[in-house]
């Protein structure tokens, strides 16, 4: 049997950013203002490291290029990476390319598509996600001329809520809010609007005829699967199945078996504490179950976020 791959995370500062995954997840983040954890990720600029067993302190990137057997999907670069996002004050609005605007204007990068489940958020928390221009025409007239208010209508957010961000997609993550982002390895970001905040003195770039030429219009909200099922002592919820990923999320309550996964799985541990075929783990805990690791039991009370690559 293979072993489970526990990763160490990439912590990031950002001027949004809090101290929130200290408290809740007892990590050991490196300021008050800490925005990102780069929880599973081979992406160059957050490249994560495996603890534990035979791979121990080796890159996920070098892992994923020199043991494909571990993976056996093949692709260029490890598709993946899951984030947890605490944003104190608001993301600035954005939006991200398909693989074929990323091809051709970013270097061969991938594309983005995204997904957050809501991990907790203030009573009074909201989101962007679309925009109400009805052509690219009303959409850059709005944007030149300033009129976000017209743009852009938040929306009231809860604790357990999810949404699936298409690349295209006018969408930010405001004050309040932390989330586990699900989406395809890739960093390209247009920042469309930054509310004119300074950062070190500097407004942020921003990528206006990038933004327009990528977002659609109008908008579309995509509807989330999310069909639950009960199995054993577990209630497994499918959050989204798309192009690029599957996401589940698993509330373990007692004893659940599965069948050995047909591909490389990903697991966060959200919440509690148990044993995965003996082994103990806890929340806040995040790991690769290599191809090959075989049939698997978790016992205990465990909230886990589980996806796969397509
Ligand atoms: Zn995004």
């Not at 093949?74 to 605490?86: A, E, N, S, T, Y």
């Not at 209508?153 to 982002?181: M, N, S, Y």
């Not at 469309?192 to 990038?210: A, C, F, S, T, V």
């Not at 999310?226 to 577990?234: L, M, N, P, Y």
Request: proline share 4%; glycine share 10%.
């Amino acid at each position: 049997m293979t072993d489970l791959l526990f990763i160490s995370p990439v912590f990031k500062r950002m001027i949004w950013g809090g101290n929130r995954m200290r408290d809740i997840y007892g990590y050991d983040i490196p300021g008050e203002d800490t925005g990102e954890c780069w929880a599973i990720s081979a992406h160059e600029n957050g490249d994560d490291t495996i603890v534990g067993g035979e791979f121990d302190g080796w890159k996920l990137s070098e892992l994923y290029a020199k043991h494909q057997e571990l993976f056996g999907d093949g692709k260029k670069k490890f598709p993946l990476l899951v984030k947890i996002i605490d944003a104190k004050t608001d993301l600035s609005v954005q939006v991200h390319p398909d693989d074929a605007y990323a091809a051709v204007n970013e270097n061969g990068s991938f594309g983005k598509t995204e997904c957050w489940y809501i991990l907790d958020c203030d009573k009074d928390a909201t989101i962007i996600i679309g925009h109400n221009a009805k052509s690219k025409e009303e959409l850059a007239d709005m944007i030149k001329n300033n009129r976000w208010d017209d743009l852009i209508t938040p929306r009231p957010i809860k604790k357990g809520d999810f949404f699936q961000i298409e690349p295209g997609t006018v969408h930010a993550i405001k004050g309040g809010t932390l989330i586990l982002e699900t989406q395809q390895s890739s960093d390209i970001t247009y920042r469309l609007y930054d509310y004119g905040r300074l950062q070190n003195g500097k407004p942020r770039q921003l990528h206006i005829e990038k933004s327009i030429d990528v977002i659609n219009c109008p908008h579309k909200d995509v509807l989330s699967a999310c069909k639950k099922s009960r199995k054993e002592d577990a209630e497994i919820e499918e959050l989204v199945d798309c192009k690029f990923y599957k996401v589940w999320k698993t509330d373990v309550n007692g004893k659940v078996s599965f069948e050995a996964p047909s591909t490389y799985r990903l697991f966060s541990v959200l919440e509690g504490k148990g044993k995965i075929n003996g082994l103990e783990i806890k929340k806040g805990q995040h790991f690769i179950m290599p191809l090959g690791y075989g049939a698997y039991t978790l016992e205990g009370d465990l909230s886990i976020i589980n996806s796969e690559a397509k």
